[in-house]
């Protein structure tokens, strides 16, 4: 559970354009990203006895669910914290590919809550507000009837490579610690408690 992530996105009613959500539009924004890019398809395997085996599959399919939430006595708010806490607590097959999932509500004013669960395996924090910026652009240009154009990123497999040529990287990280002549306590980094 430690690294399942969930980003909500709340998306206005009527948009920048004026026009309502087009959930298809949005469904196959997300499909040009997960073909844009591999990491996205990726899944694990252990079956072979060693470490975790990344395997990125040609094709994945991520459902788009949208839901009608009513408010209910408790409120829509309530529903959907109950709502993303249960998803969370669902977790994730490492197994199977996609490692995220995308939930639409529609919210009481019109608007819909855009729930983006994943799994920390996929993106970090960098990684997600480009992939996020990728997605709206690529939305707007499919609600507007055009193209376009997002430049190729290098293959991971390129950055695992690359980490492979590395030197191992302890003897390092001890030269390093080696030279600081006191211990390194983070609480005094991080102040006072602030309570009356």
Do not use: K
Request: aromatic letters at 8%; a neutral charge; charged letters at 25%.
């Amino acid at each position: 559970g430690a690294y399942v992530n969930q980003l909500r996105l709340t998306l206005a009613a009527g948009g920048q354009d004026g026009g309502a959500l087009d959930v298809e539009a949005l469904a196959g924004a997300w499909a040009a990203a997960i073909a844009r890019h591999p990491i996205l398809r990726t899944r694990f395997d252990w079956r072979h006895g060693g470490s975790a085996l990344q395997i990125v599959m040609r094709q994945v399919t991520l459902p788009v669910d949208v839901h009608e939430l009513s408010a209910g006595p408790e409120g829509y708010e309530a529903r959907l914290a109950d709502w993303r806490a249960a998803d969370l607590r669902r977790g994730f097959d490492l197994g199977v590919a996609p490692l995220m999932r995308i939930t639409l509500f529609r919210r009481p004013d019109g608007g819909h809550d855009l729930i983006w669960t994943t799994h920390h395996a996929l993106t970090d924090g960098w990684s997600t507000a480009r992939l996020l910026r990728e997605v709206a652009r690529e939305y707007d240009a499919r609600v507007d009837g055009g193209a376009v154009e997002i430049s190729p990123t290098p293959p991971y497999r390129d950055y695992v490579a690359w980490m492979r040529r590395q030197p191992a990287p302890e003897a390092w990280w001890r030269a390093e610690a080696a030279r600081i002549a006191d211990p390194a306590g983070i609480t005094e980094a991080l102040g006072r408690p602030m309570r009356p």
